[in-house]
């Protein structure tokens, strides 16, 4: 074959081989305490990847290997286009759990000095991060949500094609936790591959693509959202109070129910399949109406909970 | 760097405490100790010097140079570590080490400026002499990077941001001691005259004073100043942690 034949062949295969991050069999100590005992996902380009787990699973050793702050005592990491540290630093913009600037440090000029670490300009990246009016203030005078999102936006600043953000959201007020929701989406849509670490299962159902559930050093599941939480008996449970006297018979016939109960005026009826619907059905046969109607389903905590025996949070 | 430079000046300028200690305090107490009337006279103790000619400048100057280097520099350096801007910048494309380069000059500027002042003020209030010989440029920058390398070690070993200033101060009282600031080396009982022989500070403040007065240093002080540097740039190099 032709030698330039060769060269094509791998370009190709590269273009197909769409894992950005392939981490195998992670190994860290601390002495001998094992902050990560075996942990291997990988992450395909313009993902965002979840790492969910409880306090001190090991979330933040992971990504600080990941990012090159910390040498893996066992296990691999490959990240493509990064065959060296060098090469990594550039691609690479990492957002850590706890780091802070000098407190006399304004935010434009700390904005400004980390672009010129990467011969680039800020853009507008502080408007995208809401701190426009905060330009001239003192980093020791932010409070910890804006420091937050300067941070996120030191992990920008230098357009990487990988973001690692460890907890992202973390001591933001809601708004403020939806406006970084949203300015994530918008760096994915740019085609920014996104790692993050995240404590909250409302973050992880609405941003990741898929996730990785660690506890005590070990992943103990990796899916979507949804495939996770599937993961865990599909029951459905369902609470309302009658508008009149019925026989609860009349649910424990239907198929869609396997349990009813009561407590105080509550009904608490637990099924699968559309158990809303049959349930609201059988009662008005009956003439009664299901008031102060709730549908609860499993969530993300009860999947860890069901893979782990432990709460997450 | 020029941008890192430019910022950590700013920085500098904006911790006007540190400036104040580095230069105001010295030139301050330049003036007011050099007004006690007995010391602008002659004395045979210092064989016919006035204290204000080399012993007063010389000290001070020391007092400047240890407050840079021995509590300005592993403060910024320790808290740099501390709150993880190292950290920070080692995930970047420019090596947290340039930030201590820059560190460096900006420290070694601040001494600059400080020596300066206290020529310039020695010179205008007291009428002491212009430091003459040749050496005492290179004297004051090899004193200032032995002083700094201690500054290093101090960062490279303190366990806290907050600790490494007190370090600092510990280190220092003793130096600025047997250096001379209390009791001049010449009126010095043997023993102490002998541990500031030793004491670093000391042979940087004789190899300054011979030089401001116009003579060559000594080699025995250089010869400790060199041995200083090598030993704790050498220990601070093996020890030092970004994070
Ligand atoms: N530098 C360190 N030295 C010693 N032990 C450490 C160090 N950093 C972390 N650990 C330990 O390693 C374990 C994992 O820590 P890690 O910070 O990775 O957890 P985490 O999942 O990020 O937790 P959190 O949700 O609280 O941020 C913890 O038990 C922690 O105490
Ligand atoms: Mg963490």
């Given at each position: 074959m032709h030698p330039s034949g060769f060269c094509a062949a791998a370009g190709i295969s590269s273009v197909y081989s769409m894992k950005v991050i392939e981490v195998t069999n992670l190994h860290k100590r601390y002495g001998t305490h094992v902050a990560v005992d075996d942990v291997s996902f990988s992450v395909a380009e313009g993902e965002i990847f979840g790492i969910l787990g409880p306090n001190g699973a090991g979330k933040t050793t992971t990504v600080e290997c990941l990012s090159g702050l910390r040498e893996p005592d066992r296990g691999t990491i490959k990240i493509a286009g990064a065959d060296d540290r060098d090469s990594l630093k550039r691609i690479m913009g990492v957002q850590l759990q706890s780091a802070e600037l000098p407190e006399k440090l304004k935010v434009w000029e700390a904005l400004d000095l980390y672009a010129s670490f990467y011969g680039r300009t800020s853009g507008d990246l502080l408007e995208r991060v809401g701190l426009t009016e905060k330009r001239d203030t003192y980093f020791g005078k932010l409070s910890g949500g804006q420091k937050q999102r300067l941070s996120i936006a030191l992990a920008l600043v230098g357009g990487p094609r990988i973001a690692v953000l460890d907890?992202?959201?973390?001591?933001?007020?809601p708004q403020a936790r939806r406006d970084t929701w949203e300015l994530i989406e918008q760096v994915r849509n740019d085609g920014v591959t996104i790692v993050l670490v995240t404590h909250f299962m409302e973050e992880a159902e609405r941003l990741c693509d898929r996730l990785a559930l660690i506890d005590a050093g070990r992943v103990v599941a990796t899916d979507t959202p949804s495939g996770l939480v599937a993961m865990v008996d599909d029951e459905q449970r369902l609470r309302f109070r009658p508008s009149g006297p019925f026989s609860e018979e009349i649910l424990r016939?239907?198929?869609?129910?396997?349990e009813v109960s009561r407590s105080g005026e509550q009904v608490v009826v637990t099924g699968t399949g559309n158990l809303p619907h049959a349930v609201t059905l059988a009662l008005a046969a009956e003439g009664v109406i299901p008031t102060d109607l709730r549908i609860e389903q499993a969530t993300l905590d009860d999947a860890f909970l069901a893979l782990t025996g432990r709460k997450l949070a | 760097m020029k941008k890192i430079l430019a910022v950590e000046t700013k920085l500098h300028l904006r911790d006007s405490w540190s400036m104040l200690f580095i230069i105001a305090l010295p030139l301050l107490l330049l003036i007011v100790i050099g007004n006690?009337?007995?010391?602008?006279k002659p004395n045979p103790d210092l064989g016919?010097?006035?204290?204000?000619?080399?012993q007063l400048p010389a000290t001070m100057l020391l007092l400047a140079l240890t407050t840079v280097a021995l509590t300005v520099l592993p403060a910024v350096l320790a808290t740099y570590r501390h709150q993880g801007v190292l950290r920070r910048m080692s995930t970047?494309?420019?090596?947290p080490a340039s930030m201590l380069s820059v560190q460096l000059i900006i420290n070694l500027g601040m001494a600059v400026i400080a020596a300066v002042v206290l020529i310039l003020g020695a010179r205008l209030v007291h009428g002491s002499p212009i430091p003459?010989?040749?050496a005492f440029v290179p004297v004051f920058l090899l004193g200032t990077a032995a002083l700094m390398s201690i500054g290093l070690l101090i960062a490279a070993l303190a366990p806290n941001a907050k600790s490494a200033p007190l370090i600092g101060n510990v280190i220092m009282f003793p130096m600025l001691f047997f250096a001379g600031m209390w009791i001049p080396r010449e009126t010095m009982p043997p023993v102490l005259r002998t541990i500031s022989d030793y004491s670093v500070g000391g042979p940087i403040v004789q190899a300054m004073r011979d030089t401001w007065a116009g003579e060559a240093p000594s080699l025995g002080s250089l010869a400790v100043i060199v041995v200083g540097l090598a030993l704790f740039s050498a220990l601070a190099v093996r020890l030092f942690r970004w994070q």
């Open positions: 907890e992202l959201t973390t001591g933001l007020d016939a239907l198929p869609e129910v396997t | 006690i009337p007995d010391l602008g016919g010097e006035r204290f204000v000619d080399t970047t494309p420019v090596s003459s010989h040749w």
